[in-house]
């Protein structure tokens, strides 16, 4: 069964405007980690909403582990966790209440509650804290506790919004080996983020979405294998006009400097070139981040010359 499975699936906050997800089509497998990725305002958080019950499409339908997300909303919400983007600890709550409370609320028993709340906390190395008026926290602290919340919990699948948003690269790691044990215990988790390197890392399976279609879906190697021949970059940082580098691939200006995407053969021109010149050059393989810049930017060029 598919975790989740969407059809022509659509909102619009406002009649005549850009719709959040235009006719959207995805599917989930169950046992992953499977992550979104879009500009602000794609409508990744838009669907994580509606999927999670918490918002109404406009059209079209979700199913998620078998259940209509709008027809069957009670019983999905038994069966999931989410730790939206926007989620604020609570005054005078410490962090040891909020996972307790959380998992009370779900209807687990006092005593298992407190086990779960004792792992969790230790997990994301929030014990030293635990008892600690969250509004004394730190952002990345109170983010933590937002993780905290649903990483022990029963549900069969969670769904996370950025959910390392402001997080040291320590941190970042800390749940990122947290989403990869809940993986191995069978849970889907369906992620937003913005951390080209957390989706590289992380995703069995992804997306790319550009206002609210799906521009490019698979693993992060096919993803980057089926969208571009170009395989390699050259950063480029001295000796050479941009013009001159359009022969050996494609062009881009990366904090004033020249980025070639391009594939071995161009590199290998490019390296010999700058080896004459004796210029300096990085080259390295193509990253997601990348490929997510050449798909969205060829994406928003397109939509310019259309209008």
């Known amino acids: 069964m598919k975790a989740l499975t969407a059809r022509g699936l659509t909102k619009v906050y406002r009649k005549g405007k850009q719709p959040a997800l235009d006719s959207l089509d995805l599917e989930i497998e169950s046992g992953q980690i499977f992550t979104m990725l879009g500009r602000n305002g794609a409508g990744k958080t838009t669907f994580l909403r509606i999927a999670s019950t918490q918002l109404l499409p406009t059209s079209g339908s979700v199913t998620v582990l078998g259940l209509d997300a709008v027809k069957e909303a009670k019983a999905l919400r038994e069966r999931i966790a989410i730790a939206p983007q926007e989620a604020e600890t609570i005054y005078p709550l410490t ?14 028993e006092k005593e298992e509650a407190a ?6 906390l230790e997990d994301l190395e929030l014990t030293d804290v635990a008892d600690t008026n969250s509004d004394w926290l730190s952002g990345g602290l109170k983010q933590r506790v937002i993780v905290a919340m649903v990483v022990r919990t029963d549900a069969d699948l969670i769904f996370l919004d950025e959910p390392t948003i402001g997080l040291d690269p320590v941190n970042r790691r800390r749940v990122w ?6 993986k191995r215990t069978g849970k889907t988790i369906i992620l937003t983020t913005h951390y080209m390197d957390e989706a ?4 069995d399976s992804l997306v790319i979405i550009n206002k609210g279609k799906v521009m490019a879906a698979g693993t992060p190697r096919s993803v980057k294998a089926a969208v571009t021949s170009r395989t390699t970059r050259v950063d480029v940082f001295d000796s050479f006009d941009r013009s001159e580098l359009g022969a050996f691939g494609h062009v881009v200006t990366i904090a004033g400097r020249y980025r070639v995407l391009t594939d071995a053969s161009g590199a290998r021109r490019l390296g010999d070139e700058a080896v004459a010149r004796n210029a300096s050059i990085a080259i390295s393989p193509v990253t997601l981040d990348d490929v997510f810049v050449d798909i969205v930017g060829e994406a928003e060029r397109e939509g310019e010359n259309g209008s």
């Open 200 to 203: 590289e890392a992380l995703s």
């Open 115 to 120: 086990k779960r709340a004792r792992e969790a």
């Open 95 to 108: 962090p040891r209440d909020h996972v307790l409370l959380g998992l009370r609320m779900r209807g687990m």
């Open 177 to 182: 080996d947290q989403l990869t044990r809940l």
